[in-house]
């Protein structure tokens, strides 16, 4: 199977624009999650979602958004970029209708935003 | 709330030389625990995982035991080798209620491995 991708891999934006990141799951899974990964903070959980419905949400403000579609491929949206938006994003997918807990998330390489 | 500490890196080593980095976490419930592994300009791999008590994750030559008595989930490796130089996160998943799909990491110990 092929594993998650996620398009584009770079990206190079400045304060003010706004931002669309995509990523497709793995063929069969309907969970997609999306995490934030900054060399201060770590790895943040960011929202997830199945059948193309939110299901959680982490502490992130308005700006950040996602949706996904009846395919599950995913996107996640950012508004008003600000400098310390400057992350990488990564994309996991799982099947979603498991036990939770015991799911495995694969993930995506990521898409690398800079912010200037 | 879920939190997940894992030792400070970086951590640096000889090639054969034994690896233990520690993680421990608080969770209520019952969490699963993982490690995953992230090479440079990469995303995470999943490197192995444990989702009940004494349960031992393995890998690639890697090992963790999930001990609940210690909320402890170590990741230990026999001999490492270069090529397991990389930045390695503990993580868990603790299920409230019926779709809790989120991960929880640990901020991730860099490991060097000299030849």
């Known amino acids: 199977k092929a594993g998650v991708t996620q398009t584009p891999r770079y990206l190079i934006k400045t304060r003010g624009q706004q931002v669309t990141l995509s990523c497709s799951p793995i063929s069969g899974h309907r969970s997609v999650s999306w995490y934030q990964q900054t060399p201060g903070q770590g790895l943040q959980f960011l929202f997830e979602?199945?059948?193309?419905?939110?299901?959680n949400k982490g502490n992130f403000p308005g700006r950040f958004s996602g949706r996904q579609f009846s395919n599950s491929r995913s996107e996640m949206n950012v508004s008003t970029l600000e400098l310390g938006d400057s992350a990488l994003y990564l994309c996991?997918?799982?099947?979603?209708?498991?036990?939770?807990?015991?799911?495995?998330?694969?993930f995506g390489p990521g898409t690398r935003l800079l912010v200037l | 709330g879920d939190s997940v500490t894992q030792m400070e890196g970086p951590v640096t080593l000889s090639e054969e030389a034994f690896l233990t980095i520690n993680c421990t976490y608080t969770?209520?419930?019952?969490?699963?625990l993982f490690w995953y592994v992230q090479y440079p300009g990469e995303g995470l791999q999943l490197l192995l995982k444990a989702t009940k008590a004494d349960d031992k994750g393995s890998n690639k030559g890697f090992e963790a035991t999930y001990r609940k008595e210690t909320t402890s989930f170590h990741l230990e490796k026999g001999s490492v080798q270069v090529s397991d130089s990389a930045v390695y996160f503990c993580?868990?998943?603790?299920?409230?209620?019926?779709?809790?799909?989120?991960?929880?990491f640990g901020k991730g110990t860099l490991l060097t491995v000299n030849p």
């Open positions: 969770a209520t419930g019952y969490p699963s």
């Open positions: 993580a868990l998943s603790a299920s409230r209620g019926g779709s809790n799909y989120k991960l929880t």
């Open positions: 979602y199945f059948s193309e419905t939110q299901r």
């Open positions: 996991a997918s799982s099947p979603g209708s498991g036990e939770p807990r015991a799911e495995t998330q694969y």
